[in-house]
């Protein structure tokens, strides 16, 4: 099977051979841009390209206009980063069609957790059934089974569930988790969150118990 192709847009050339060598060293085949306009060039020659790691602030183009371009013609998944972690740019990222937003300074184990996850989503990258202590879940057949036992969830609890298990061991916020499961373009309460995590936890057994509340944050699934 090929590697997935990665694509790693910064001006930095130390953040880019940074991040380059954790991919790599994850499995991933990657290619670097030092600015917008050649990684516009670069992605219409190689669109292969399973993901793009995006930084806002770079000369000829920056991330912005980039991410633009790129929204007009392919949804491939785009995570930007950032220096400046405010709200006002988070929110434009995501209305723009940004996947995913981590601020600089970072942990680059992070970002590759990210990229996997996000490919797992897409279904570009993992099997279709996934193990984690004791709960399987078949994405394919849209099945859940706890030590064996098949486990009814609604559409929302499973694909929560999912997410969970694909980001496990990642500390995730309830604005996070709506965003990505919900998608950026749903304004509900956080607290729905809440409410769906009481019937999973309660569905799973004591299985359920692999969901742990982080308070003033959200939620971290771990075995």
Known sequence: MDRPVVMVVDDESRMRKLVN????????DVLEASNGSEALDMYYMH?????????????????????????????????MLTARAEERDELKGFELGVDEYISKPFS???????????LRRSGVTGDEKKEAG?????????VVTVDG??????VKEFELLDYFIQNEGIALSREKILSSVWNYDYYGDARTIDTHVKKLRSKLGERGECIHTIWGLGYKFET
């Open 21 to 28: 060598d954790f991919l790599v060293k994850d499995g991933y």
């Open 47 to 79: 669109e292969e390209t399973a993901l793009i790691i995006l930084d806002v602030m770079m000369p000829v183009m920056d991330g912005w206009e980039t991410l633009t371009e790129i929204r007009k013609n392919s949804k491939v998944p785009i995570i």
């Open 108 to 118: 680059p184990k992070i970002l590759v957790a990210r990229v996997s996850a996000i």
């Open 134 to 142: 004791g709960i399987v879940i078949d994405r394919a057949a849209h």
């Open 149 to 154: 036992e098949a486990v009814e969830l609604s």
